[in-house]
């Protein structure tokens, strides 16, 4: 038996296509449904309550499309609206938060996990609760680092810009003895060059989510017999809202092949103004 | 490398005993405090935010008898409060959600999973969230059943009375197909023939969290090198607040040794008036 609906992906911006890659790379018989949200979802602070609700009319527009699973790539949406998207949507929904968690506390020798990610991820406190939920001997050691996402949508992800962020941001982590280091924010794993060059010859293992999301969600179709597609050319769609230049840019760069061209689509959810996030 | 100090266990009342029996059974060689707080857990529902402070103020307090490991040995304690606890504490936490959860998505063959408990832990979701996290693909029936615990206190577990309350609130869950039965309460373990009757030739697997979460601790001693007491003969000490004789009651029921004589405390918590109990 197999299920041929296609898997919904989506990111509120480019960082998504880390774990585009790896779904691609380990499941390469299903078809995606791939959504960034560019119009709705510029990288600015917003309050938990809108990123909820953002995320959840995403959901219900991919639920609409006939997906078989949802994947919320991005950690700062899985953050927000994970718990409340599992409420109300019978479709299965994967975060980024919990794969990534999960291998840090299995990686970790001497229990210290420093993880760096957006600031409302940190507020949510959801990878510590995850990485103890996971062996609560582990400390965790969250950390904000915001100007990486900049850093990487200006393209300047292997620069001495990026190194000398990392740096700052690193410092703390080293200081307290990690020994493993999650990236969580999806938009990191574009800044490894610069984070080797940082982390030198210090003892830290690196762990991000695209990886472990992708084994996840390759465990939970065939848990609940959702795989499908088997042996057929899979296809990759892919929706974009707002600037499609900004997302070719970072496509072109982590892909080998070139992706589909983007459909421009307008997602029916009110544009939020800015001056509401704080 | 041995770590001697005990193990610390707690509960809001009786019910916490089922899953000290299988720590005993489970890590024979493990010294144990168990404490049961009857004088400020009477079964009323409280508002989450002071199940949240009760539950702070007793593991602040293991912490301080040098345990090495607290176990919230109650659902409604573990989801008003275990999140609170891992931010505040570095000593290991385990609550009794996740480890039934996580047996209840792995034992499910249709992917329903009905879960009874008391309303508190009804409302604050958490069953659902640890059986998605386990498997997204299950879905979840949640009812609130408490009067289940009025039941037990009464040493009515297995009476007629128990048996109209438990078809009472199964009916639900049979009609809606669950092929496994999850005991979100601490106290539900010890109607297990009262249940037995009620599902009759039913095909309804039924998961308690006490074989699971004191599973879940062997591992973690294990994982985090905390296994202690090999070989001397284990000490449980039992430290009561409140009524001793509603304790001593199930202890006999439960154990086939008598449990160590209670100590009498009295923790250092206000009373909380039940007028102020909504």
Redesign the interface.
């Known amino acids: 038996m197999s299920d041929s609906r296609p898997i919904g992906v989506f990111d509120s911006g480019v960082g998504g296509l880390t774990v585009l890659l790896e779904l691609r790379r380990q499941l390469p018989a299903e078809d995606v449904l791939y959504l960034a949200d560019l119009a709705h979802f510029p990288d600015v602070p917003r309050p938990q309550q809108q990123v909820r609700e953002l995320t959840l009319g995403i959901i219900d527009l991919l639920a609409g499309m006939d997906t078989k699973?949802v994947v919320i790539a991005c950690n700062t949406a899985s953050a927000a609206g994970l718990?409340a998207a599992?409420?109300r949507f019978?479709i299965?929904?994967?975060g980024v938060i919990?794969p990534g968690a999960q291998a840090a506390a299995t990686a970790t020798r001497n229990?210290r996990v420093a993880v760096i990610s957006t600031a409302g991820t940190l507020a949510s406190?959801e990878y510590?609760?995850a990485i103890?939920?996971a062996?609560?001997?582990v400390?965790v050691l969250g950390k904000a680092a915001p100007e990486l996402v900049d850093i990487v949508e200006d393209g300047d992800a292997d620069t001495a810009r990026a190194d000398a962020a990392l740096s700052d941001v690193l410092a703390d982590v080293f200081a307290w003895g990690a020994d493993t280091l999650v990236l969580g924010c999806t938009h990191y794993p574009l800044l490894r060059p610069a984070l080797q060059r940082v982390i030198g010859r210090r003892r830290v293992r690196v762990v991000d989510s695209a990886e472990t999301t992708a084994a996840r969600v390759r465990r939970?179709l065939d848990?609940?017999r959702?795989t499908g597609g088997a042996g057929a050319g899979a296809v990759l769609e892919v929706l974009v809202s707002g600037d499609p230049d900004r997302f070719a840019m970072t496509a072109d760069r982590l892909f080998e092949e070139p992706l589909p061209a983007p459909t421009a689509i307008s997602i029916g959810l009110p544009p939020v103004s800015l001056a509401a996030a704080t």
Do not use: C, D, F, T
């Open positions: 699973l718990h599992r409420e019978e299965p929904i994967v919990a229990g406190q510590l609760h103890k939920e062996n609560p001997g400390s939970i848990v609940n959702l």
